[in-house]
């Protein structure tokens, strides 16, 4: 082959298309489709409790429009990270949707499922063998800790995609995921230059999020020396900027991206206008990596939350914030002398001030007329978390404050119940490297015709 054509409908499976500018691109005889649909982004909970991303009727309607297409051009589909989290059960989720839809339609595909739960004792194995270590600034991993994960995944590289391809596999759902693996599974498996297959899956990964305006759909064009990429909306374009500019979207170095197996070295790119809506890249290479090493994810389960909303309007309530929440606190710890105040932690998330960004918001005067309070409790239990959450919630509404003139209560409230339980809270508590011998034996594959 001297061309690779990826068709990716989506940065998201989950989140919706335009199904016309997807369905376009199968003019261009792509060779496969591929798409992500996983993230730590959103928080350890699809890990430690194992929900998922998106509702399965979004998981549902998209994935149809997929198979659909699949079917259609003949061509092989990959998904990873399947429900987000890429653990086993939301692996068979996704298995279980493929054989709905086919059964519906009467489709009949080779399936692969590739699973990335690592077992808790091969993790410990590694740890004793000193092949773990921290990726980025978190504690060394300890066997408590890898004991109380509710699961662990390890995030493939391309090598599982890859055997799965050269097995016949038709359509292939993969439990957790480096991102660009699916994108640029093919490539590899036909040779092209890793440099360029995993730079132009790095970008696709994302959809078009890389064209102007941003939108979905996209296709990529891989050749020998160079890919081109083209969104699939009429109305955007890829340009040399905004390609550039994506190169450097969620990376810690501007020309270095590690992952399974290597280093992606993009800093002797060019990055060419090669029609008004098509971008051509040349000169990304790939350095391997001495060690080959995956990254393991794993939470816990760490209490309970509760939460309640507050608006506040009051010119000398928001004059005074800082000292009446303070005081609202002291008045809550005190209340509760009998509970440990390390068992539980409050805090104030107050929008209109800092809400988004926290210590890190650089404008710390407030100039907006009103105040959004949210106060987060997390405690060992549903009840203890409410319990707190109530008594910082009635203190707020009556608590004095200087300048105050109302005699009645302090904040809105705009929600019934005005304690909010959200149920268990977890924390990351795995976020390790791990070094493996053979970049497919941890994950087991399954094929099976559906």
Same mark, same amino acid.
């Given at each position: 082959?001297?061309?690779?054509?990826?068709?990716?409908?989506?940065?998201?499976?989950?989140? !919706?298309?335009?199904?016309? @500018?997807?369905?376009?691109?199968? #003019?261009?005889?792509?060779?496969?489709?591929?798409? &992500?649909?996983?993230?730590?982004?959103?928080?350890?909970?699809?890990?430690?409790?194992?929900?998922?991303?998106?509702?399965?009727?979004?998981?549902?309607?998209? /994935?149809? @429009?997929?198979?659909? +297409?699949?079917?259609? #051009?003949? =061509?092989?589909?990959?998904?990873?990270?399947?429900?987000?989290?890429?653990?086993?059960?939301?692996?068979?989720?996704?298995?279980? /949707?493929?054989?709905?839809?086919?059964?519906?339609?009467?489709?009949?595909?080779?399936?692969?499922?590739?699973?990335?739960?690592?077992?808790?004792?091969?993790?410990?194995?590694?740890?004793?063998?000193?092949?773990?270590?921290?990726?980025?600034?978190?504690?060394?991993?300890?066997?408590?800790?890898?004991?109380?994960?509710?699961?662990? =995944? +390890?995030?493939?590289?391309?090598?599982?995609?890859?055997?799965?391809?050269?097995?016949?596999?038709?359509?292939?759902?993969?439990?957790?995921?480096?991102?660009?693996?699916?994108?640029?599974?093919?490539?590899?498996?036909?040779?092209?230059?890793? !440099?360029?297959?995993?730079?132009?899956?790095?970008? =696709?990964?994302?959809?078009?999020?890389?064209?102007?305006?941003?939108?979905?759909?996209? /296709?990529?064009?891989?050749?020998?020396? @160079?890919?081109?990429?083209?969104?699939?909306?009429?109305?955007?374009?890829?340009?040399?900027?905004?390609?550039?500019?994506?190169?450097?979207?969620?990376?810690?170095?501007?020309?270095?991206?590690?992952?399974?197996?290597?280093?992606?070295?993009?800093?002797?790119?060019?990055?060419?206008?090669?029609?008004?809506?098509?971008?051509?890249?040349?000169?990304?290479?790939?350095?391997?990596?001495?060690?080959?090493?995956?990254?393991?994810?794993?939470?816990?389960?760490?209490?309970?939350?509760?939460?309640?909303?507050?608006?506040?309007? &009051?010119?000398?309530? /928001?004059?005074?914030?800082?000292?009446?929440?303070?005081?609202?606190?002291?008045?809550?710890?005190?209340?509760?002398?009998?509970? &440990?105040?390390?068992?539980?932690?409050?805090?104030? @998330?107050?929008?209109?001030?800092?809400?988004?960004?926290?210590?890190?918001?650089?404008?710390?005067?407030?100039?907006?007329?009103?105040?959004?309070?949210?106060?987060?409790?997390?405690?060992?239990?549903?009840?203890?978390?409410?319990?707190?959450?109530?008594?910082?919630?009635?203190?707020?509404?009556?608590?004095?404050?200087?300048?105050?003139?109302?005699?009645?209560?302090?904040?809105?409230?705009?929600?019934?119940?005005?304690?909010?339980?959200?149920?268990?809270?977890?924390?990351?508590?795995?976020?390790?490297?791990?070094?493996? &011998?053979?970049?497919?034996?941890?994950?087991?594959?399954?094929?099976?015709?559906?």
């Amino acid at each position: 082959m001297e061309e690779v054509r990826v068709l990716v409908p989506t940065a998201m499976l989950g989140y !919706g298309f335009p199904v016309e @500018h997807f369905r376009s691109g199968l #003019a261009y005889g792509p060779h496969l489709i591929a798409v &992500d649909s996983g993230s730590t982004d959103s928080g350890p909970h699809k890990l430690g409790l194992g929900s998922m991303t998106c509702s399965r009727q979004a998981y549902v309607k998209d /994935i149809g @429009h997929l198979l659909d +297409a699949a079917h259609e #051009a003949g =061509v092989p589909l990959a998904i990873s990270s399947a429900g987000g989290a890429g653990t086993d059960a939301q692996v068979d989720a996704f298995v279980d /949707i493929v054989r709905h839809i086919c059964a519906q339609r009467g489709y009949r595909f080779r399936v692969c499922a590739i699973y990335s739960e690592i077992p808790k004792e091969e993790v410990k194995r590694a740890l004793r063998e000193g092949r773990i270590s921290p990726c980025g600034p978190v504690p060394q991993l300890t066997e408590e800790e890898i004991e109380a994960s509710t699961s662990i =995944v +390890a995030q493939m590289g391309a090598e599982p995609f890859v055997r799965a391809l050269e097995e016949g596999a038709q359509v292939i759902i993969a439990g957790r995921s480096y991102d660009p693996a699916p994108a640029a599974a093919l490539c590899l498996k036909e040779g092209f230059d890793p !440099g360029l297959s995993w730079h132009m899956a790095k970008i =696709v990964e994302c959809g078009a999020l890389c064209a102007v305006p941003a939108s979905k759909p996209i /296709i990529a064009f891989v050749r020998r020396d @160079h890919f081109e990429l083209e969104p699939l909306d009429p109305m955007s374009r890829c340009t040399d900027f905004s390609v550039a500019a994506h190169t450097l979207y969620e990376k810690s170095h501007p020309y270095l991206l590690p992952g399974p197996g290597g280093v992606l070295d993009v800093s002797g790119c060019s990055f060419v206008q090669a029609s008004e809506r098509r971008v051509r890249v040349f000169g990304s290479r790939f350095v391997p990596s001495d060690r080959y090493c995956v990254k393991l994810e794993g939470a816990k389960r760490v209490g309970y939350r509760a939460i309640f909303v507050a608006g506040i309007r &009051d010119p000398f309530a /928001i004059r005074e914030i800082d000292s009446l929440l303070r005081e609202v606190e002291e008045d809550v710890r005190s209340y509760f002398s009998e509970i &440990d105040p390390s068992t539980y932690r409050m805090v104030f @998330h107050v929008y209109g001030r800092d809400g988004v960004m926290g210590e890190f918001e650089p404008q710390r005067e407030i100039t907006s007329h009103e105040l959004c309070v949210i106060l987060e409790v997390a405690a060992r239990t549903q009840e203890e978390a409410l319990a707190i959450c109530s008594r910082a919630r009635t203190e707020l509404l009556h608590h004095p404050y200087r300048g105050r003139i109302a005699t009645a209560g302090n904040i809105a409230l705009p929600f019934t119940p005005l304690e909010i339980p959200l149920g268990e809270v977890c924390a990351f508590n795995v976020y390790h490297l791990m070094e493996i &011998d053979d970049p497919v034996k941890p994950f087991r594959m399954e094929f099976f015709e559906v």
